[in-house]
């Protein structure tokens, strides 16, 4: 698996796209739908695709480990947005121009206040030492996760910094067809990103846990590939997202051999997500939680530390990740 260091301010469809005058089936307030012509895009073709690593895009959202404080440490995706005036004046452009670019920001004036703590991400450029933003005019960057702060509520129940470790959703390493999910290392996912998915991410696509029993849990980007991928051509992408059981998935991400990323979103092909039944469901999954790797004595309210719940499961089998009911621990 490649390490995939930061986010990118924006990863290129494997398709050429154009704009469409019709309300966005992704983003809020967008008045416009980016859609994938069948053409490949010229960057996929000079990235070598054909030769790439096919892995399933997650529905989640984007994490990052790397250090605070001197300690490896979970943050989260914050981007850096305008202010509502500079949003407005965005916007209007926007639709007089139907594009994005071109549009001139006040680097200093048009941006909300981020926390002291955010970091931008490693390849946002820099114009007189402030991040510059993309084209939707955000900021990708992060914010450590500390357990006081409810807002990353969901994203704290996967660490447990005082032990070190993190619960992870991966393949398992003797047998590809079935996931674990383990507590591992921070230390074995530094400056790696990772999406966290589970019951209060995006509506749970993948039906993990439950809203009285919450499930959350890290998966690598990148661990998941996409066996038997079909050939980069608009066609037999569709069909494959359509009718295979693999293709059951939100979209598919290929990692070239030159480092760059190319996507394609069941949107860009006018395809409904999710859809029924989402293929990380079906998967049989295990449990490596050992509560001899951690003091549960430390923990504030252990009884209800998904670490500690989920260590009542150590060893046991199920036949997909929505089975792990938390309640019945």
């Excluded at 301010?9 to 008045?31: A, G, H, I």
């Excluded at 739908?33 to 695709?49: K, Y």
């Excluded at 989260?76 to 549009?103: I, N, V, W």
């Excluded at 693999?246 to 069941?266: A, F, M, P």
């Amino acid at each position: 698996m490649r390490r995939l260091g930061s986010v990118q301010q924006k990863v290129p469809c494997v398709f050429l796209t154009e704009v469409r005058e019709e309300p966005s089936r992704k983003r809020d307030r967008q008045q416009f739908q980016v859609v994938a012509t069948e053409n490949v895009n010229p960057v996929a073709l000079e990235s070598d695709i054909d030769c790439a690593l096919a892995t399933e895009k997650l529905d989640g959202t984007c994490c990052y480990v790397t250090t605070y404080n001197g300690e490896p440490y979970l943050w989260a995706r914050l981007d850096r947005k305008p202010t509502k005036q500079a949003d407005k004046r965005f916007k209007k452009y926007q639709h007089s121009q139907k594009t994005c670019k071109g549009f001139t920001w006040n680097i200093e004036e048009d941006f909300r206040a981020v926390p002291d703590s955010w970091i931008p991400a490693q390849r946002v450029q820099h114009e007189n030492g402030h991040p510059v933003p993309d084209e939707h005019g955000h900021t990708p960057g992060w914010v450590p996760v500390e357990e006081t702060n409810k807002q990353y509520c969901w994203h704290s129940s996967v660490v447990n910094y005082e032990a070190g470790l993190a619960l992870v959703l991966r393949p398992h390493s003797e047998d590809k067809g079935l996931l674990e999910v383990a507590s591992i290392p921070l230390l074995e996912l530094m400056e790696q990103t990772l999406e966290l998915i589970g019951t209060n991410i995006n509506g749970n696509p993948y039906g993990l846990g439950s809203k009285k029993h919450p499930v959350h849990v890290l998966v690598p980007h990148g661990i998941l590939q996409v066996r038997n991928a079909p050939p980069v051509e608009y066609q037999q992408l569709y069909s494959w997202f359509q009718e295979c059981h693999e293709g059951r998935v939100e979209g598919i991400v290929w990692h070239c051999n030159d480092g760059t990323l190319i996507k394609v979103h069941r949107h860009h092909l006018g395809l409904k997500w999710p859809d029924g039944d989402t293929f990380l469901s079906s998967r049989p999954v295990v449990v490596h939680v050992d509560r001899r790797t951690y003091d549960p004595a430390s923990l504030a309210d252990s009884h209800k530390d998904l670490f500690c719940i989920l260590s009542g499961f150590n060893g046991e089998h199920f036949n997909s990740i929505r089975d792990i009911q938390v309640e019945n621990c």
